[in-house]
């Protein structure tokens, strides 16, 4: 007789695994399986229980394929898959969400973090009972010199925004305690951006260094476009700042505009009023542009305040492995709070 499939419930009683390591993954037909390939003897390596949650970020190239592969060979995989492309952010939140280790390492699946590193979070975090294990980037060289300085001056303001706690070049390569992922879980966010939210909790970390390297396969998912998207995010996630900046841009054109009044009243008295032309062309594009700008920062914040009201899923998770042994998890709703 064959064995039949699993039945629900049957497999629940699989343990709780000691470390998840979540991989946002989206079109990486190339780059998955080097990944895989490395890091899987490293995670056996360990010693410990651990479980891979790969989040299918709405691929359209073979990633599901290789995916679907990846879950028969290899128990520990996990593969999550969002019904569309949700975005990096997304990608993570679906998989710290689901993830059911003491601690989670989250990991590109590009190898610019190298997988061998997560013995060392794992060991430093156990040792040291620290609740966030950042991975900062020690040397650039290998990303472009475009990249290099679009990330210097990000992190350059985040730390700004943000204050002290926010290590330099810490991107999403990191690990987090069991506690720290059930506070980011209790968080309302919209549109979280990790690496701004976890140095906000300010629990207990520590930082490994590590080399970032180049992309093994395949070409970035960041365009400028993106990249932009995620500074905006990040500013206006952390930061009422720039609102303030409105009103002083505001205050500084009303005391232009008074100077500008008594210099016109001057001038009229005088009886040259003609040739005013030119100053008050220039004090109308001035006042004009600065209630754009205003008008504009609104809208971000009006913006983010309507998306919050509309409360929409960031993510829509049309396929999650674990629901075939752990039924309990199927359709919890919290998942599809925010
Ligand atoms: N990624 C994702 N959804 C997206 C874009 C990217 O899940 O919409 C994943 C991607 O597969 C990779 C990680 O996020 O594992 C980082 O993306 P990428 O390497 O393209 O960004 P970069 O390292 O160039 O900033
Ligand atoms: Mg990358």
């Not at 060991?123 to 990330?151: N, P, W």
């Not at 706690?165 to 305690?177: E, I, K, T, V, Y």
């Not at 506070?183 to 939210?197: M, T």
Request: net charge neutral.
């Amino acid at each position: 007789m064959s064995t039949p499939a699993l039945r629900t419930g049957e497999a629940a009683a699989r343990p709780v695994p000691l470390l998840s390591v979540v991989i946002p993954i989206y079109n990486e037909q190339e780059a998955l399986p080097l990944t895989v390939a490395r890091l899987r003897p490293v995670l056996d390596a360990l010693g410990v229980t651990y479980e891979v949650v790969g989040v299918d970020d709405g691929s359209t190239d073979a990633t599901a394929v290789i995916m679907a592969k990846l879950q028969q060979d290899w128990p520990e995989f996990r593969s999550v898959r969002f019904a569309r492309n949700s975005g990096h952010q997304a990608a993570l939140t679906a998989g710290i969400h689901r993830a059911f280790g003491a601690y989670v390492v989250s990991i590109d699946a590009d190898l610019q973090d190298p997988p061998e590193k997560i013995t060392e979070m794992l060991a430093l975090a156990r040792e040291q009972s620290l609740d966030i294990v950042y991975g900062v980037r020690g040397d650039r060289g290998s990303d472009t010199f475009f990249k290099r300085g679009t990330a210097g001056a990000y992190y350059w303001l985040m730390r700004r925004l943000v204050g002290k706690n926010m290590p330099n070049q810490a991107g999403d390569f990191r690990l987090l305690s069991r506690a720290a992922v059930d506070a980011l879980k209790a968080l309302p966010e919209h549109q979280p951006v990790y690496r701004l939210l976890v140095p906000w909790l300010g629990f207990a970390s520590g930082e490994i260094v590590y080399v970032r390297e180049e992309r093994v396969a395949g070409s970035t998912h960041y365009p400028l476009s993106k990249m932009l998207r995620l500074a905006i995010d990040s500013i206006t996630n952390f930061s009422a700042t720039p609102l303030r900046l409105a009103t002083w841009l505001g205050l500084l054109s009303f005391v232009v505009c008074v100077v500008l009044a008594v210099y016109t009243t001057v001038e009229f008295v005088v009886g040259s009023t003609v040739p005013g032309w030119s100053s008050l062309f220039i004090g109308m594009l001035f006042i004009g542009s600065v209630q754009l700008i205003c008008v504009g920062l609104l809208g971000e914040y009006v913006g983010r305040i309507y998306s919050a009201v509309q409360a929409r899923p960031s993510y829509f998770v049309g396929y999650d492995s674990a629901d075939e042994w752990a039924p309990a998890r199927a359709g919890a709703p919290s998942e599809y709070v925010r």
